[in-house]
């Protein structure tokens, strides 16, 4: 069973990510979860606080020698910006945010109770755990990817950076969608047999699940919505050597919850975030009356480090079905098991 929790608040400490149930055996260094921290930093569009951190994680357990142990995996990641003590109250909550429902749920008199926790900076935690996943899901040849597909209604690099250079002079704030693809993925990760083990429906959590994310669709997605079942279906074909293929993928990788050998190809929308330099109407909590919602610093567009949040989210879930299929202990036992598996499928 694979399986993490994280903790830590957007101007705490730090971040801290335990995952449990990577096997022994796997080569695993900071350098591999930094390069995956950089790249969350990235893309045209973030705000200052990406100029104040430089994301790296510490491996405070599950390793000796560079190599896992099988025990649980501990990273820790540093905020340079700690300053949770000294930050001003927020008494008007931001439409879009989680401010509101949060301060209602748990009864706070400070709206930045709830921001702390809900701040899109736990998504550096996430990816600090799809990365050892990464690592992991490289040693049997699975690679994952991300890329935008459109910021506004604009899918040109150049139309994108005028759309976001555009919210930024309006003092406003843009989402878009973004594509995930992870190649050589077997057939047989996931099952139809009980519905939390769907594996459409695990990636479909993982994702969802990313502050900010609105909308998730595999493979065509909607489109299905619009075409006769002999438009869109993918054919099946044998290839003595190959074993089974398509010609075509618009299952998106995935068929009655199980991998069915091709790519996986998910995509998702990021709302635009919802801290407003011009901010919308919302009400202070104190007083109930009409006032312009709280004001923090953020970013103006997102979706290109969303991207990359998706890509741990699916490396996560991939990596648990595989350890679900193969074993769960040494790294030697599940390559047997993988490589055996993939020679009886052909
Ligand atoms: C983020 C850190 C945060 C925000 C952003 C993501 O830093 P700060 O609040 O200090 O500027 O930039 O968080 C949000 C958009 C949000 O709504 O909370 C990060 O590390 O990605």
Request: proline share 3%; charged share 25%.
């Amino acid at each position: 069973m694979l399986r993490y929790l994280t903790a830590g608040e957007s101007h705490g400490k730090g971040l801290v990510a335990i995952l449990e149930g990577m096997p022994a055996g796997l080569k695993i260094s900071a350098v591999g979860i930094n390069a995956q921290l950089k790249r969350r930093q990235a893309g045209f569009g973030r705000g200052k606080r990406m100029q104040i951190e430089n994301d790296t994680a510490e491996i405070i357990s599950g390793l000796k020698a560079g190599v896992s142990l099988g025990s649980p995996i501990a990273l820790l990641i540093r905020n340079k910006d700690y300053k949770i003590e000294l930050l001003h109250k927020v008494v008007s909550p931001r439409p879009g945010h989680a401010d509101l429902p949060g301060f209602l749920k748990y009864g706070f008199s400070d709206i930045r109770e709830v921001l702390e926790r809900a701040s899109a900076r736990s998504t550096a935690a996430t990816v600090a755990i799809g990365a050892v996943c990464r690592i992991f899901l490289q040693e049997f040849g699975i690679r994952i990817s991300s890329r935008v597909l459109s910021v506004g209604a604009e899918s040109s690099p150049s139309a994108i950076v005028a759309k976001i250079k555009e919210a930024i002079v309006n003092k406003d704030t843009i989402g878009g969608l973004f594509e995930v693809t992870a190649k050589s993925v077997p057939a047989g990760l996931g099952s139809y047999v009980q519905p939390d083990r769907r594996l459409d429906a695990r990636l479909a959590q993982n994702i969802i699940a990313i502050p900010g994310i609105k909308a998730f669709e595999i493979g065509l997605g909607i489109g299905y919505g619009v075409s006769f079942g002999s438009e869109v279906h993918d054919p099946i074909y044998y290839k003595k050597g190959k074993g089974y293929f398509h010609k075509t993928n618009n299952a998106g990788g995935i068929e009655g919850g199980i991998s069915n050998g091709e790519d996986i190809i998910l995509r998702a929308c990021m709302k635009p975030i919802a801290t407003l330099m011009r901010p919308l109407d919302s009400v202070n909590i104190n007083s109930k009356k009409t006032s312009r919602a709280a004001t923090e610093r953020s970013d103006t567009c997102v979706v290109e480090a969303a991207g990359v949040v998706a890509e741990a989210a699916c490396a996560y879930v991939l990596a648990e079905a595989l350890l679900e299929k193969f074993g769960q202990d040494s790294l030697r036992d599940i390559s047997k098991a993988y490589w055996d598996y993939l020679e009886r499928i052909k």
